[in-house]
């Protein structure tokens, strides 16, 4: 499995505000990802974060709310932006291992927003 | 669109008991099929199944795969009040667009009663 850290490991936010979450690697992954997982629900993918290119967002999700940054194959950032209390969420991201075949997670970053 | 479902939603046990988890899915292409739990933010990995019929065991959990009628189930004997959590399972996506995509079932709750 692979090291992942998060930074920070939660957060409480004023609605209008914009919060960046990192995600470090302890070696080089291809595939990143993102997910959101609201309270009392599953985990939901919002995007796939490339390195060299732009994210690639699930339905529901836009480049404008949650700007991915991938400027390497061990780290990235996602940023919440223009947050209100449906933001309030846990965010973890994830990296494919295993050729593929099975993902590991971050410790997470639990959001609050008021 | 694909799709997990899992069973039954909760479940409350006491020690000692054997518990069995149901997972079935619907996938346009499908890669592996994941089983996680998670306690308190990030799901932990438990199990990466891609192959039908043959068993993973890891102390008391075991899980196996049915390709042919789309299922999973997680087993986990003499349990433990250690094994309370969320246990999810999540469908890998191969194809195109999806590749890597998670799709995770809604999880099952399982207390474990001393």
């Known amino acids: 499995s692979a090291v992942i850290s998060q930074k920070p490991s939660r957060d409480i936010c004023q609605r209008g505000t914009s919060l960046t979450i990192q995600c470090q690697v302890d070696?080089?992954?291809?595939?990143m990802f993102w997910y959101r997982q609201q309270p009392g629900q599953s985990l939901t993918l919002i995007a796939t974060a490339n390195q060299g290119s732009e994210a690639t967002y699930e339905s529901g999700f836009v480049i404008d709310k949650f700007p991915i940054s991938r400027p390497n194959l061990t780290f990235s950032t996602l940023t919440v932006s223009n947050m209100s209390p449906e933001d309030s969420s846990i965010y973890l991201c994830?990296?494919?291992?295993?050729?593929?075949?099975?993902?590991?997670f971050g410790p997470g970053t639990r959001l609050t927003v008021l | 669109e694909d799709k997990v479902v899992q069973s039954p939603l909760s479940l409350v046990v006491h020690e000692g008991d054997t518990v069995t988890l149901n997972c079935s899915y619907e996938v346009t292409n499908f890669r592996s099929l994941l089983w996680y739990k998670q306690e308190k933010k990030a799901p932990t990995f438990l199990f990466m199944l891609t192959s039908s019929g043959i068993e993973k065991k890891s102390g008391r959990l075991s899980s196996i795969l049915d390709k042919k009628e789309l299922f999973s189930i997680l087993n986990i004997t003499a349990t433990q009040t250690g094994d309370s959590a969320v246990y999810l399972c999540a469908v890998l996506n191969a194809g195109g667009t999806s590749y890597g995509k998670l799709t995770f079932g809604q999880g099952t709750i399982l207390t474990v009663h001393p």
């Open positions: 994830s990296v494919g291992r295993g050729g593929g075949n099975e993902q590991f």
């Open positions: 070696s080089q992954v291809t595939m």
